[in-house]
């Protein structure tokens, strides 16, 4: 059973029922499969494996066919009556590989069906397919449109079997209803039903954006050839003629939301692709500009980690934090449009060279804009230097009307660029700063960030590990104005 290992990182954590009336069949899996983590029950025959299915749960059950008390079959039966058990996968392997044993198998519910021969070297495999198909199906919403409520019933028992959720509705028309706040990864359909039948229903499906990427599946005694022609060109994705097989359809569902999800990761992959190339020629452009001035050098990656830790603080997700770490990387590209004899002026900016100073978040903005993959970091880019009061530029904007991303990118911003040194200046001590960061708080700077900062900034200072420390470096050579500022524009 050597080749059970090859891939287990996968089963880790997962709850695993093994049912053989051979000890060392039971012993040889066990072992395999608690040595990469997976919690591994054991049960002699089908009537025990049953009673501890009812009281525990499973992941996945494995299960021989031929056993004293209750067989491999009869239990399979059993678990997909019960809806306690009834979406708990199974997979029966048996010494049995006749086509009637395993078409048996298939009938009591079974996911799939190996034999022990096979195991040595699928296994494994076949756990893990069985398991991402069942994660995949797992909470998948599927909209069951008929009028006959014999129908509904059926379909809705045949999906909820193996594992997807079903949202019911009579007609088109209270179908639609449904989909104002729902919105399901399949549609079922009739055709011929009261109120709004199936043509219309399809036709006002594919005439919202919003719907008209769901698969749309037709269920109708209609077997007529132009009206299959006729639905399937007004959208439909696929046609199943009443009386139809349950299997028939899940096998088609399946199908059907398998090619979908493939489509999804193909898309997926190459946005990701893209994003690396255009963040690769970004960099370099970042590059150039740190070439530009040994003041700004470090500053993006201080702001990014200052902000990143803010929105921590905030309880945001892995994903909103990465977010906010690459729009504050990214917050002064717009710098690489701005002339060197104003970006490198030692000393104060006159008005024309403030202004020129100021298109630098919209010039990093177009830079950005062309990329689908970056469009959720553009609020960073462009309005890190709002103010809350309405001071700010390039908009104006005021209050919650600053996306909350870019408002604490500004904090970060505010912070470094005062504790930087500068040709023209020293950067201030770390307590200087931090209360002219709470005096900014409410004019300035967003009163919710500042007060996430500071107490990060007070259990820094408490262990001695400031952000200063931890960001430490020179800031960029942009123009901010501070709660005390002069009438005249200051340089940071």
């Known amino acids: 059973m050597d080749g059970l290992t090859k891939t287990l990182p996968l089963l880790k954590e997962l709850r695993i029922l093994i049912v053989d009336d051979s000890a060392v069949v039971r012993s040889v899996l066990s072992k395999e499969l608690l040595r990469s983590g997976v919690q591994v029950t054991q049960a002699e025959n089908g009537q025990q494996a049953l009673d501890i299915a009812l009281r525990k749960e499973f992941d996945l059950i494995i299960t021989d066919v031929e056993m004293p008390c209750m067989n491999g079959i009869e239990l399979c039966r059993r678990l997909k009556s019960d809806p306690r058990t009834q979406q708990i996968p199974i997979v029966i392997l048996s010494s049995l590989d006749s086509e009637e044993d ?53 379909v809705e028992k045949g999906l909820k079997e193996v594992g997807f959720e079903v949202v019911k509705a009579e007609n088109g028309r209270a179908a639609l209803e449904i989909l104002k706040n729902e919105r399901p990864d399949l549609i079922l359909s009739d055709i011929d039903m009261p109120e709004m039948n199936g043509e219309e229903f399809c036709k006002a499906v594919h005439s919202d954006p919003l719907l008209a990427t769901i698969p749309f599946v037709v269920l109708s005694a209609n077997n007529d050839r132009p009206i299959m022609r006729r639905m399937l060109q007004i959208g439909a994705d696929s046609y199943l003629v009443k009386p139809f097989n349950i299997d028939q359809l899940v096998i088609t569902v399946e199908k059907l939301l398998s090619d979908k999800l493939l489509l999804l990761y193909k898309e997926k992959e190459r946005l990701e692709t893209e994003q690396r190339l255009i963040l690769a020629s970004i960099t370099s452009l970042c590059c150039a500009l740190e070439a530009r001035d040994a003041y700004t050098r470090g500053h993006s990656e201080a702001v990014a980690s200052i902000a990143t ?59 950005l804009r062309p990329v689908p993959s970056l469009a959720k970091i553009l609020p960073i880019v462009l309005y890190h230097h709002e103010r809350i009061d309405g001071k700010g530029y390039p908009e104006g904007l005021k209050g919650d009307r600053i996306p909350l991303w870019a408002r604490i990118t500004a904090v970060g911003d505010t912070y470094h660029a005062l504790t930087s040194d500068r040709p023209y200046r020293a950067g201030m001590d770390r307590e200087k700063a931090l209360q002219i960061i709470e005096s900014a708080s409410g004019t300035q700077l967003c009163p919710d960030c500042v007060e996430i900062f500071l107490k990060m900034e007070l259990w820094a200072g408490e262990s001695g590990d400031t952000v200063s420390d931890r960001t430490g470096g020179p800031s960029d050579e942009e123009p901010i104005a501070l709660p005390d500022a002069a009438a005249a524009p200051a340089r940071k």
Do not use: N, W
């Not at 096979?118 to 069951?144: C, D, H, N, P, Y």
């Not at 024309?352 to 010039?363: C, M, S």
């Open 309 to 367: 830790r803010i929105a921590a603080g905030m309880g945001m997700s892995r994903e909103e934090t990465d977010l906010v770490m690459l729009g504050g990387k990214l917050h002064d590209l717009g710098k690489i449009g701005v002339v060197d004899s104003v970006l490198l002026k030692p000393g104060k900016l006159s008005d024309e060279e403030f202004a020129i100073i100021k298109r630098h978040p919209v010039i990093g903005a177009d830079i």
């Open 102 to 154: 395993i078409r048996k198998g298939f009938l009591a519910g079974a996911s799939t069906y190996i034999t022990k021969a096979q195991a040595k070297e699928s296994l494994i495999e076949t756990i893990e397919t069985v398991l991402q198909k069942t994660t995949f199906q797992r909470g998948r919403l599927i909209l069951v449109v008929d009028d006959s409520s014999t129908v509904r019933t059926l």
